[in-house]
C-alpha cells in the first residue's frame, strides 16, 4: 500500500467479535500523549516486558520521528475512551535486512483474547506487503505466554532463542524467543542451499 492509499485506507471502523466498536488509524504526531496515557495504564507485569519503554516521552518522540522517516509505520485502535492498542511494523535501513520488519503488538488488559491483537496485525501485514516486507519478525521472553500463544495461532513460528539475550526493567537477564512470519513464503530454504 501506498502513502496515499494508507491515508484514504484509514480511519476505519471495526466491530469486534463481542460487539464492540473500535476505530483503527493510522499513527502520527496526534497520537503522542494516548500513547503515553496507554503506557501509563500498563501493569507491572507487561511494563517488565516492554521492548521500547514507551513510558518515556522522548521514546514515543522517537517513535514518531520514525514514523515520519519511515522506518515505521504504525496503527493505532482507538474506543470512545482512548488509545487500546497498536501495531507497528519497523524496518532497519541496513541494505542486507531491508527485508525484514519487526512487528510489535500491544493491546490493553480490557481488550485481549476479544480479537483486537488479530486484527491489528492483519492489517499492519498487509501494509508489510505494500512496503515489500517479506518476513516479519517479534520478540518476546519464554515468560510471555500468553503472547507466544496468541503469536503461534497468528501463524507465527518460533525461529531462536537467544540465552540470556535481554535485561528487563529490573535489571534481569531473560532468554529471547524470535517469532517469525513469512509473508510471502520461504524463498532461500535448506534444500535450495544443500543444492547450490
Ligand atoms: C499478544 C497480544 C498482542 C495478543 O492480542 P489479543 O488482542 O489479546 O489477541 P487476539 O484476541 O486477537 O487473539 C489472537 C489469537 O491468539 C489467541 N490468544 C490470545 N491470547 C491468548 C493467550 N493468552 N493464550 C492462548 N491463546 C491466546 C486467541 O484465541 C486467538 O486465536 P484464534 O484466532 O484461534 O481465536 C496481547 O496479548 C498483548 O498485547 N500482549 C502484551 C504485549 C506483547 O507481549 N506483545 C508481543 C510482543 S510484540
Keep these: ?3 496515499q492509499d494508507l491515508a484514504s485506507h484509514y480511519p476505519k471502523s471495526i466491530t469486534l467479535a463481542d ?3 473500535v476505530e483503527i488509524r493510522l499513527m502520527s504526531e496526534a497520537d503522542r500523549d494516548p500513547v503515553l ?14 521492548r521500547v519503554d514507551i513510558t518515556q516521552p522522548q521514546v514515543v518522540d522517537e517513535w514518531i520521528n520514525n ?3 519511515g522506518h515505521s509505520t504504525s496503527l493505532v485502535a482507538y474506543d ?4 487500546i492498542g497498536y501495531a507497528t511494523v519497523h524496518r532497519n535501513p541496513a541494505p ?8 510489535r503488538v500491544n493491546v490493553s488488559q480490557a481488550y485481549r483474547a476479544r480479537g483486537l ?9 498487509d501494509i508489510a506487503r505494500g512496503l515489500g516486507v517479506k518476513k516479519l519478525m517479534a520478540n518476546m521472553t519464554p515468560d510471555q505466554r500468553g503472547a507466544q500463544a496468541a503469536f503461534r495461532r497468528l501463524g507465527f513460528v518460533p525461529e531462536a532463542i537467544l540465552a540470556d539475550y535481554v535485561e528487563d526493567r529490573n535489571g534481569m537477564s531473560r532468554d529471547l524467543v524470535i ?3 513469512d509473508i510471502d513464503g520461504h524463498s532461500d530454504t535448506v534444500a535450495d542451499a544443500v543444492r547450490i
Design 1 to 3: 500500500m501506498s502513502n
Design 67 to 69: 514514523l515520519k522517516t
Design 37 to 50: 496515557s496507554f503506557a501509563k495504564a500498563l501493569t507491572q507485569e507487561d511494563l517488565l516486558f516492554l
Design 96 to 103: 542486507w535486512t531491508r527485508r525484514v520488519g519487526e512487528l
Design 80 to 83: 470512545d475512551e482512548g488509545l
Design 19 to 21: 460487539g464492540a466498536n
Design 117 to 125: 491483537g488479530k486484527n491489528l496485525t492483519s492489517e499492519i501485514f
Design 179 to 181: 517469532m517469525s512470519y
